[in-house]
């Protein structure tokens, strides 16, 4: 019976151990998820990064979220004043008791095209599991596909088209313009050759 009690008691100092060395025993340990990759037209006028968290062995107080933005240039801390306002080109929404936070990224752009990166801290505690950050969302800003460029395109061709169709009636128009003082001229030259010839023949008359 002492052998077994021994025994338990050894294997439960191991499974301590071993949850303290992976940060699960008594550790404040927090956890955050987010979606790897979003894609968007750059006609969209917001896009929404969702941001979930949890955390265990924490003690009782409210977390506080980061937003962090790693672009072409320099890494950008976001919303340090809050980001409260829907006006602002970033809008952050909390409900820390329903563990969920997000960012929004308001009249969106080509350059907001970068990784987004969700932090959570619990301001209270030191230890190091306290403070976590997601992997990041990868945002893809796009060019305008879809009916909008497919509408455009076939109002290029259309005007392309009417300016063909008005060359081809200009060239015709001088062509037929051109065909028709030909015309007007060679009339004339054929007139004025009967009435020459016409003279002539009246003075071979006269004569005789």
């Known amino acids: 019976m002492?052998?077994?009690?021994?025994?338990?008691?050894?294997?439960?100092?191991?499974?301590?151990?071993?949850?303290f060395y992976v940060g699960a025993a008594g550790d404040c340990l927090v956890s955050v998820s987010q979606p790897p990759y979003l894609e968007v037209d750059h006609t969209q006028e917001a896009i929404t990064i969702q941001c979930s968290f949890s955390h265990v062995g924490c003690p009782a107080e409210q977390p506080k979220s980061l937003w962090f933005r790693y672009g072409a240039?320099?890494?950008?801390?976001?919303?340090?004043?809050?980001c409260t306002s829907d006006t602002?080109?970033?809008t952050v929404k909390e409900a820390l008791t329903q563990n969920q936070v997000s960012l929004t990224v308001n009249r969106v752009t080509l350059n907001d095209s970068a990784i987004y990166i969700c932090g959570i801290v619990l301001p209270l505690s030191k230890e190091p599991g306290a403070k976590r950050t997601g992997e990041g969302t990868v945002l893809v800003v796009k060019e305008m596909k879809g009916p909008h460029s497919l509408l455009i395109a076939?109002?290029?061709l259309l005007s392309i088209y009417i300016i063909v169709v008005l060359g081809i009636f200009?060239?015709?128009?001088?062509?037929?313009?051109a065909r028709r003082i030909f015309q007007e001229i060679a009339q004339e030259v054929y007139n004025?050759?009967?009435v020459e010839t016409r003279?002539?023949?009246?003075?071979?008359?006269?004569?005789?």
């Open 154 to 156: 076939v109002l290029s």
């Open 88 to 90: 602002g080109k970033f």
């Open 170 to 177: 200009v060239v015709l128009s001088k062509k037929k313009s």
């Open 73 to 82: 240039h320099q890494p950008e801390n976001l919303c340090m004043d809050g």
């Open 2 to 19: 002492k052998a077994v009690k021994r025994g338990k008691t050894i294997l439960g100092l191991e499974i301590n151990l071993i949850l």
């Open 192 to 194: 004025k050759g009967n």
């Open 199 to 208: 003279q002539q023949s009246e003075k071979g008359n006269t004569y005789e």
